[in-house]
């Protein structure tokens, strides 16, 4: 009797959990593949769902976990006209390099191809249906079953499901208000000639896709004689003109030699760790303790100097003295001077080890974040989190020529906005961006064109895609407790409207998405584990994986979940 397994989605996720099972070479499996494209490997940040011609990936082969074979030993079988297209030189292509997303899509499909062949010979029996839509799961806990149920098909019964539905982002305003577009995704849309300033909110990765799109179709980029990147902007968009509204003024930083590119296991807290100082905190994990674990102690081999420096600094001194040295400079000198300085670490080879170690940080904080406090939650999000998303964002030099550029050029703008920036659509066309200066004045700006480009939201229980799982109490909204009723009593008197007291007296957080297990299985509404259901659709796992990082989350997650599959 055969295990059957639909795993829902079939991008880059898809692929890596694939993977593992055909490394595995079980042959007890039935395995169907269920992708709403015609595209497999893609997903939507490699396809045209989320690029354009213009658009790069930030990491290079070097960094990429390795799938069957690597985009060196690839790139020697892509035709010459598709690499012409993109701009590659066969023979002087290396692994350090960044690479065109969309043809960064087209390895992942190949690779998709390689494991579906490889599959075969092994025996194992996957089946792929592809132009297929999932629009609902229903748990059927009696028979030990789950239904799969599929447009225009009906339903299908599998024996596990893994949902891998990758990205997801909500329309709110676009397409009721003219020149409001809720994300910059497909980016084809943005292709337009806009003769006036142009709103965007956020500065980081997500912001830079918008601005390669938007600046191509109001100009041209071209190198000068000494090789400077220079931008020209059209004679019918003589007024166009890119703002970027950041929350602290700050644009994130560039790439640079990566000394350790693969995130390893090494790097993640061990189970007994995790467990002892769960033991020693009331079953807490301490955000403190990870901080001096997998952060501080890093250092005492890499730069015993910058050891001595931060060894008796908390989170927030830490990311005080960051920060104060970041926002003491003019936004555009410190990117210049941040240039300058990945550029040499590139040419030497020599890592910039305070920003590779925070995006280990950033990984090892991922997966037990559950184990916290809310208490450590919300100092996580309000504290660490706004440094480590600019620093980890790693722009590619491509990205940054560009920036420099347009600012030279007079047409790029960052504003800093704060916490309490809003934006209002106009029901006539654009909005009304309103915010506090620097210099405590209030702010309201219009905008004939908005573009919101914060990234993938974490996106709120109620959005959960798959309603029979939500209406039969087969998945729980995840929420963390306070350590301290007084705190949780403090947030809810602060006018906290996340912040829940049962009739024990005990007060929780709730966070985005759905309760899961370290294993990536649902939670019930009873608190049960749905041994049935996995997921690593990133949008709806936010509130207990609040960091992921691409390729590596899908590494990581997908190992972890068939394990517990081939396991059970």
Sequence with gaps: ???????????????????????????????????????????????????????????????????????????????????????????????YKVLPRLLFGQYLSAQFD?????????????????????????????????????????????NRVIICTGHNWPVKHEGTIPGYFDSPYPPAKLKLQLNHPIAIRGSSLTAIDAMRTLARNNGSFHSDESGKVVFTPSDESLEFKLVMHSRNGLLPAIRFHLEDPLLSDEALLTEDEIEQNRQENDGFLQLDYIFEKAFKNLFLEKDPKFYERIKDKSIEDFVEMMMGMREKMEPFALFRKEYAEAERSIKNEESIHWKEILAVLSYVLNYPAKYMSAEDRMRLQKVLMPLISIVIAFVPQSSAKEMLALDDAGKLEIVSVGDDS????????????????????????????????????????????????????????????????????????????????????????KVPGIAITDNFQVVSRSGDINRRIYIMAVPYIGGYNPDYSGLDFCEQASSTIADSILND
């Design 422 to 509: 809003q934006v209002d659509p106009e029901s006539e066309g654009g909005v009304t961006y309103r915010y506090t200066d620097e210099s405590g004045e209030s702010k309201a700006i219009y905008y004939n064109t908005f573009v919101d480009c914060i990234g993938q939201p974490h996106l709120p229980f109620e959005s959960f895609p798959f309603k029979s799982l939500i209406a039969d109490g087969t998945v729980r909204p995840a929420h963390l407790k306070f350590r301290s009723s007084a705190a949780g009593g403090e947030a809810v008197a602060d006018g906290n409207k996340d912040v829940e007291q049962t009739a024990r007296e005990d007060f929780y957080l």
């Design 1 to 95: 009797m055969k295990t059957r397994i639909a795993i829902l989605g079939g991008g880059p996720s898809a692929l890596f959990v694939l993977k593992r099972f055909v490394e595995a070479g079980h042959k007890d499996l039935e395995i169907h593949i269920f992708e709403r494209k015609k595209l497999l490997g893609a997903g939507m940040p490699y396809s045209y769902e989320g690029s354009n011609q213009e658009h790069v990936t930030n990491v290079s082969d070097n960094e990429i976990p390795e799938i069957v074979t690597s985009i060196e030993e690839w790139i020697q079988t892509v035709p010459e006209d598709v690499l012409i297209r993109f701009g590659i030189d066969r023979d002087r292509f290396n692994e």
């Design 114 to 158: 390689l494991l579906l062949k490889k599959a075969e010979r092994l025996g194992l029996q996957i089946h792929v249906h592809t132009g297929c839509r999932v629009v609902d799961i229903i748990d059927i806990p009696s028979e030990k079953k789950v239904d799969v149920v599929i447009e225009r098909s009906g339903l299908s019964r599998f």
